[in-house]
């Protein structure tokens, strides 16, 4: 597939601290990726005003991972849709209840993904019980109407497989040539990741740490162009 239709499938974690930050990286890597994901750090530094500067060039995954009762998760969802990012995300450890709640109110935003957590790819448990855990969660997640899941590319296949093609999988965890594994325990380059059937790539220090953050997207790009699909 064409390295073109591979950016648009690689999400950049903006792991900064800073609207400065943020938006000069963004200006960086510029088209080489399609999409920006802004997490705790960033949002609990910068809020919605950020997100709706970083909405004009890139599509944004929200990750705040909510994990709280089914109410205070929905509310927050509605807040999510409202800010019109394409995707946010919850953890499938809420339960049923709270999966269903979220579900039910995003429906009403419909260019925005729920996708849920399975199972962090920091997580030390072993690599069996972390599938296991994942495809359960991931069987949950589609039960109660969610869109997709965060997985590490060693469960991509298996839930794909359980839950069918179009049950979107995104992927942390990618590192690819001699670079520090760090937090990271399931790890994955970006070209088997896309030949384990994961549709986004989350890149963080990858490319932020990068000499040349714009190289490295396109390095990630590339490298998932090669994918044997
Ligand atoms: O720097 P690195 O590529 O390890 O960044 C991975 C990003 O993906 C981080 O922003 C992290 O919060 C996020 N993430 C993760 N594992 C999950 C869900 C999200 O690493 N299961």
Redesign the pocket.
């Known amino acids: 597939m064409s390295h073109d239709t591979m950016k648009d499938r690689i999400m950049v974690?903006l792991?900064v601290n800073s609207q400065a930050e943020a938006l000069a990286m963004r200006d960086t890597l510029a088209d080489s990726v399609g999409w920006l994901?802004v997490?705790l750090r960033l949002f609990v530094a910068e809020g919605p005003s950020l997100i709706s500067k970083l909405s004009k060039t890139h599509n944004i995954f929200l990750?705040l991972k909510f994990h709280d009762i089914p109410n205070t998760v929905a509310q927050a969802i509605e807040s999510a849709g409202a800010l019109g990012v394409q995707m946010v995300n919850v953890h499938a450890g809420g339960g049923k209840p709270m999966l269903e709640a979220a579900s039910k109110v995003a429906k009403a935003f419909p260019n925005m993904k729920l996708i849920a957590?399975t199972?962090?790819?920091?997580d030390t448990m072993p690599k069996e019980q972390a599938l296991q855990l994942a495809l359960a969660r991931a069987k949950l997640a589609k039960d109660a109407g969610l869109d997709g899941v965060?997985c590490s590319v060693h469960e991509a296949a298996h839930i794909k497989e359980v839950c069918g093609s179009d049950f979107i999988t995104v992927t942390?965890?990618?590192r690819w040539g001699n670079q520090n594994t760090?937090d990271?325990q399931r790890i994955a380059d970006p070209k088997t990741a896309v030949e384990h059937g994961s549709d986004y790539l989350?890149?963080?220090?990858?490319i932020l740490q990068a000499d040349s953050p714009k190289q490295a997207a396109e390095e990630a790009a590339n490298m998932m162009s090669q994918a044997k699909i």
Not at 119 to 122: A, E, G, M, P
Not at 202 to 206: F, L, M, S, W
């Open positions: 974690a792991d994901k997490g990750d957590v199972v962090l790819t920091s965060v942390p965890g990618i760090q990271q989350v890149i963080g220090r990858p």
